[in-house]
């Protein structure tokens, strides 16, 4: 895979290796807690589709891949952010004409996702070891966002919605997808911190973003678009 063409913020380097960029700001590389070890990573997909979709969010993952495929199969020939890359199921979905770049702090996720993404014939494509709260990209880089079942996982959310604001132009959107406890019939354990949709909303709002819910039901998710307007 080529690198994308994505500018980087001054005093900031990006050390690619087997398709994984390490960054370094100063000459000293960043460190990421990563929130997944690489003992789960040859199993996290089965996991996903098998016991979480199922059992803890109550929704299917059939339906949850259709809904991403229309939200975001749409995009072509943009600069693609997105947020929490995770094993790549991305991949599966978005159009591979698109400029992708993607980060996460797992490095075993993310070495699954270079596979996903060559197999789906994506030649420009860079995937980041970083967090989405200090994201080393100029203002502006990108024309599009995807956050994928990450959000509730950042540590800081705000930080995150400012960080993405930032690096997206004016009139870019941002596709998501999210738990919500008002959708969580099951009460089951849900990790991370849980917004509803009244929160996301004021908090996307409140940074320049005009937030837009989907009328999709699949369990505990909640699927919205955030346009970025100032």
Known sequence: MESSETGLLPGYRAVCKKGISRVELDGRRLSVRPWMGGGLAPFYDAIMEN???PGTFGASYQVHMATLAAMIGSIHEKRVLELGTGSGSSALVL???NRYVGVD??????????????????????????SAEDLPFESGSFDAAICNLSLNFFGSIETAVDETARVLVSGAKLVASVPVPERNGRHATIRG??????????????????????????GALLYFSATRTG
């Not at 797992?106 to 860079?126: I, P, Q, Y």
């Not at 973003?209 to 039901?217: C, L, T």
């Open 95 to 97: 159009p591979p004409d």
């Open 105 to 130: 702090t797992s490095e075993a996720l993310l070495r699954r996702a270079v596979g996903k993404f060559k197999r789906a014939a994506h030649t420009t494509c860079l995937l980041f070891l970083c």
């Open 193 to 218: 911190r849980l917004l509803s949709e009244h929160e996301l909303r004021s908090l996307f709002e409140l940074r320049g973003f005009a937030f837009k819910p989907e009328p999709v039901r699949n």
């Open 51 to 53: 016991s979480l979709f």
